[in-house]
């Protein structure tokens, strides 16, 4: 079975940062990832899939890279309400979630 | 507009059963790969399910041969029926809508909560 590795699980950050969390696959995925951003209590959010495509009304501050067993999400400039967990998940078969990041404000 | 409702949580003992409903509306769930995700309190999101709109569905090791996923067209609903339910199944449960195998899950439910306790 696949296994996704989100590192780091804890980012503190400001506002105004770049922000980079990295996904790695036990193996080869091609392009099929996606992530997601959750604040508690709440589903998560949709933000990229296929690695590296913007889900339509999110901010262009998000972006998706990687192919293969090493991806990205990258905020470009943090703001107040970036402030939550992310996950990433692979969307081949088994529909495996990575372990979470949770970026807090510094 | 695309809503997901999801029902039918609630407390039950351990080694019971509980079937879990999420009503769609907004468009066909038949169309659509339909999943069920769930968060055990202060963790992670765990994948418990797919339904493909092939009829081919997918479980995790976690729930393989405990639950079974299906749909009822005429009601336009998804279901999980869990059986044999364990403390560790203790979670809030997600139905969440795929376009496709690629392009992740763009529609989710509120959440039932699922509690397995004596």
């Known amino acids: 079975d696949i296994q996704l590795t989100q590192s780091p699980s804890l980012l503190s950050a400001s506002v105004g940062d770049r922000v980079t969390i990295t996904c790695r696959a036990s193996?080869?995925?091609?392009?099929?990832l996606a992530w997601y951003q959750q604040k508690p209590g709440k589903a998560p959010k949709l933000l990229i899939y296929a690695a590296s495509t913007l889900q339509s009304g999110v901010p262009s501050r998000f972006s998706g890279s990687g192919s293969g067993t090493e991806f990205t999400l990258t905020i470009s400039s943090l703001q107040p309400e970036d402030f939550a967990t992310y996950y990433c998940q692979q969307l081949n078969s088994d529909l495996i979630f990575g372990g979470g990041t949770k970026v807090e404000i510094k | 507009e695309v809503q997901l409702v999801e029902s039918g949580g609630g407390l039950v003992q351990p080694g019971g059963s509980l079937r879990l409903s999420c009503a769609a509306s907004g468009f066909t769930v038949s169309s659509y790969y339909m999943s069920w995700v769930r968060q055990a309190p202060g963790k992670g999101l765990e994948w418990v399910s797919v339904l493909y709109s092939s009829g081919t569905t997918f479980f995790a090791d976690s729930v393989k041969g405990r639950c079974t996923i299906s749909r009822d067209n005429s009601k336009n609903t998804l279901y999980l029926q869990m059986n044999s339910l364990r403390a560790e199944d203790t979670a809030v449960y997600y139905c969440a809508r795929m376009s496709s195998g690629w392009e992740g899950s763009d529609y989710w439910g509120q959440g039932t909560l699922v509690t397995v306790s004596s």
């Open positions: 193996r080869g995925i091609s392009y099929y």
